[in-house]
């Protein structure tokens, strides 16, 4: 199975902070890397998918990018709303494993 | 309105048995590939097992394979997940979510149920 590392897991920002969290492959995924938001209780929500296209709804402040083995999820300026925690996925190659996850926190 | 709802959990006993459902309404089901993911308390996601939208390709994770059947019902937009031998670690909120393929961007889990909990414990 693909193992995805994501770092860090825990992240501390305030709001309007610009932030990074990444995502590494233990093999080549292509582009094929979706990333999710996950609040307390709810199924995940789609953020981004093949890597950089933002799902249609998400707010623009959301970006990703990378290729093969190195991804990231970008939030340019951040919002009260953004804490909880962020998955990483690829779909590449079944099973369409996950990274750990990231919580980030707002200061 | 499109979404996937889930039925079918609630406790079990190690080693008993449980099926799954998850209803798709608002969206053409029977052209969509699905999937199984499960979430354990307070851990992260899991994939469990996919199916393709004719039934022609299916996929397990090593942790269920020979345990687990997934299974779906075009007719009754309706998808399925037989759970045998059940463990302990089998514990976990179980989400059925749809696969969307964009070309030329590739594919992700873009409608995802809310998931229903299955514990097994004696």
């Known amino acids: 199975d693909i193992q995805l590392t994501q770092s860090p897991s825990f992240l501390s920002a305030s709001v309007g902070d610009r932030v990074t969290i990444t995502c590494r492959a233990s093999?080549?995924?292509?582009?094929?890397l979706a990333w999710y938001q996950q609040k307390p209780g709810k199924a995940p929500n789609l953020l981004i998918y093949?890597?950089?296209t933002l799902q249609s709804g998400v707010p623009s402040r959301f970006s990703g990018s990378g290729y093969g083995t190195e991804f990231t999820l970008t939030i340019s300026s951040l919002q009260p709303e953004d804490s909880t925690i962020y998955y990483c996925?690829?779909?590449?190659?079944?099973?369409?494993?996950f990274g750990q996850g990231t919580k980030l926190e707002i200061k | 309105e499109v979404q996937l709802v889930e039925s079918g959990g609630g406790l079990v006993q190690p080693g008993g048995s449980l099926r799954l459902s998850c209803a798709a309404s608002?969206?053409?089901?029977?052209?969509?590939?699905m999937n199984w993911v499960r979430q354990a308390p307070g851990k992260g996601l899991a994939c469990v097992s996919y199916?393709?939208?004719?039934?022609?390709?299916?996929s397990y994770a090593d942790s269920v394979r020979g345990r687990f059947t997934v299974s779906r019902d075009n007719a009754k937009n309706t998808l399925y997940l037989q759970m045998a031998s059940l463990r302990d670690e089998d514990t976990a909120v179980y989400y059925c979510?749809?696969?969307?393929?964009?070309?030329?961007?590739?594919?992700?889990?873009?409608?995802w149920g809310r998931g229903t909990l299955v514990t097994v414990s004696s």
């Open positions: 979510a749809r696969g969307r393929y964009t070309p030329p961007s590739g594919w992700s889990l873009d409608l």
């Open positions: 608002g969206f053409s089901f029977s052209n969509s590939n």
């Open positions: 199916i393709s939208s004719s039934s022609g390709t299916i």
């Open positions: 093999q080549g995924v292509s582009s094929s």
């Open positions: 093949g890597a950089s």
């Open positions: 996925q690829q779909l590449n190659n079944y099973p369409f494993t």
